[in-house]
């Protein structure tokens, strides 16, 4: 770990090392954000500003040209994150495949960088339409997935339905009912007795291609 960094910042300095080689151009300081399923734009300002005064990431100047690594630290000789924080995790398709997450037999696995997963078991969905996209969660993204049977008020969560159809939304819970809330204006919160609604997992990370 270079000097002075903290365990935040090395998470940031090793996703750019691993991403940046793969995206189309450096991202701004949102897309990051999304990217590292982080809500604070702010404070990954603050992050990336150490970073910078670390020598390892170009000043923010300009920020359309947006997050780009020093020659010096684009060319690090120490290995990118190893493999093991490159970890597998199961890729059960779309989020509203309408079937119950465990039912999909043999999943593919897609590689997920330590930042964007918890130490607990993880799966990985990809989002269909557009419900969540004030949260920033766009038609295409992937969102990595803690596997979980319960989940406080206010989180995202991968809600079934009726035991048959699965869908991503903000978790509120009443004495009465379950409601779920979409991150689009033009959609409605759907409204549940709470024997309907079974918590599959909560939202611990984002990815987006750009190609």
């Known amino acids: 770990m270079p000097p002075n960094l903290t365990r935040r910042q090395q998470e940031i300095y090793d996703y750019l090392r691993e991403a940046l080689p793969r ?16 809500k604070s734009r702010g404070s990954l300002h603050k992050q990336i500003q150490a970073l910078v005064e670390a020598g390892l990431v170009e000043p923010m100047n300009n920020l ?7 020659d010096s630290a684009a060319n690090d000789p120490r290995p990118a994150p190893e ?3 490159l970890e597998a995790l199961p890729m059960y398709g779309y989020i509203a495949a309408g079937q119950p997450i465990e039912a999909i037999a043999n999943p593919d696995t897609i590689p997920v960088p330590s930042v964007l997963r918890t130490p607990h078991p ?7 339409g557009d419900s969540m996209i004030e949260e920033g969660i766009l038609d295409g993204d992937w969102v ?3 596997q979980r049977d319960t989940a406080r ?13 699965a869908t991503l939304k903000r978790l509120e819970k009443k004495s009465d009912e379950i409601v779920l809330h979409p991150a689009n204006a033009s959609m409605a919160p759907m409204r549940y007795h709470p024997s309907q609604v079974k918590i599959q997992g909560v939202l611990v990370g984002q990815m987006r291609s750009y190609h």
């Open 153 to 165: 008020n206010g989180e995202i969560v991968v809600a079934l339905v009726d035991g048959e159809e």
């Open 83 to 85: 493999a093991s924080e």
């Open 64 to 70: 359309r040209r947006g997050i780009r690594l020093v």
């Open 23 to 38: 995206l189309p151009h450096p991202p701004t300081l949102d897309e990051l954000c999304r990217a590292l399923g982080l």
């Open 144 to 146: 990595v997935i803690e």
């Open 122 to 128: 993880c799966y990985v969905l990809q989002v269909r």
